[in-house]
């Protein structure tokens, strides 16, 4: 109890001294939020962060105009925990969604969460999504229930029917087991619009998304508003529209990439046509890493280790970039840690709006987004949880992976199909990732009291909410919101 209530009051008293050497914001208007989160996208995925074989020209203007996050993570490296986390500003186990929700789970995103959408709402921004959402497809977990005020796009992951491995593989007779895979829908705020989406709608989903955003830019220009743009893509299959097919030489992932960066062209332009610019900060980032299993359809993670479905660097750090003409320095990096979670009690304070009441696990970033001299992380140490089970923590330079098995493509797929998985196992494993990004040399037996340390903090991590690795449950954990089957009383 003595050690939980120490690390509650030292990460209390970073979240205090962050909050007061935050800088002004302007109270006339408080800022436009812009949030482009890419699905799938490798950390080396876009120029500035080491693309080879296509350009991505706007996002390495947002990137010269703004600042590169090189140490930014997304929470788990798997789609609906990690979209649970960005828009709660909590860890996926702390508010109970885990893994990649399935179509007509009975579980989705509590209705006592408070989302970014509903914070920045209470203060009178216009909300929209376009894109993919992943967090509960019945009526009650919908975007619109949880603070948006419109929406567009799939309810989940566009490979989970009729493109999904388990279906296409069936052989023609098993039309009965065909039957029971649900249909992939496009919906408008809680109306379907399409009840089953065909590879030629797929192709047309990133065009479909940018054309909405930038609707909902101009009907709201003159008010707050917060446009949140999850694309659907780089995950598999891969689609992409005429406009950008064959355009460039790394194939059909780079065709798409490619395109996704046009989106976010045409969102600046918006910006700029409504002279919102100095108004508007713009974040770009992914859900998590590649997913290595498809080959040349996946993206790189390099020089990191593994990519999606780990909890190596390579399938939970993400490329990030972000933009605030006049607040952000442009052209700058930053290395320190920070991540998804952060983005709700950041954007929280500079949109004047009060942190919700309930535990949260991100925190204000903003001396790092404007350079302040000497910001730190206000992260004492960062799990990385795989499902309930916590596979490593990082505290500074320093990365302890307790003993775990991960999966590994041996061989990975090709042309769009996906490859084999095999089990591989690491034990008890330290990484200085200052000098070892790779996660390749063990330096456990040489600083055994970094070690005892990072242990130490872990034990404060299982108190607080639980690891299956050690049958531990914790403390602080939220139930995920529920439904009853249909036809159920």
Partial sequence: MLRFFLLGLAVGLAGWAGRAAVQSVPAARPPNIVIVFADDLGYADIGSFGARDYRTPH????AREGMRFTSFYAAQAVCSASRAALLTGCFPNRIGIQGALSPGARVGLHADEVTLAELLRARGYATGIFGKWHLGDAPEFLPTRHGFDEYFGLPYSNDMWPFHPDYVNLPPDAAERKRAFPDLPLIENEKVVNARVTAADQRQLTTWYTERAVRFIERHHTRPFFLYVPHSMPHVPLFVSDKFAGKTRRGLYGDVIAEIDWSVGEILKALKRH???????VIFTSDNGPWLLYGDHAGSARPLREGKATMFDGGVRVPCIMRWPKRI????????????IDLLPTIARLAGAPLPERRLDG???WPLMTGQPDATTPHESWPFYWGNALHAIRSGRWKLHFPHSYPQPNPPGSGGQPGKYATRDIGLELFDLERDVAESRNVAAEFPEVVARLQQLAELWRDDLGDALVNRQGRNSRPAGRVAPPGTP
């Fill in 59 to 62: 996002l390495d203007r947002l």
């Fill in 329 to 340: 320095p442009a052209g700058r990096a930053c290395a320190e840690i920070a991540g998804t």
């Fill in 275 to 281: 002279r919102l610019d100095d108004h508007t900060l």
């Fill in 363 to 365: 925190r204000d970033i």
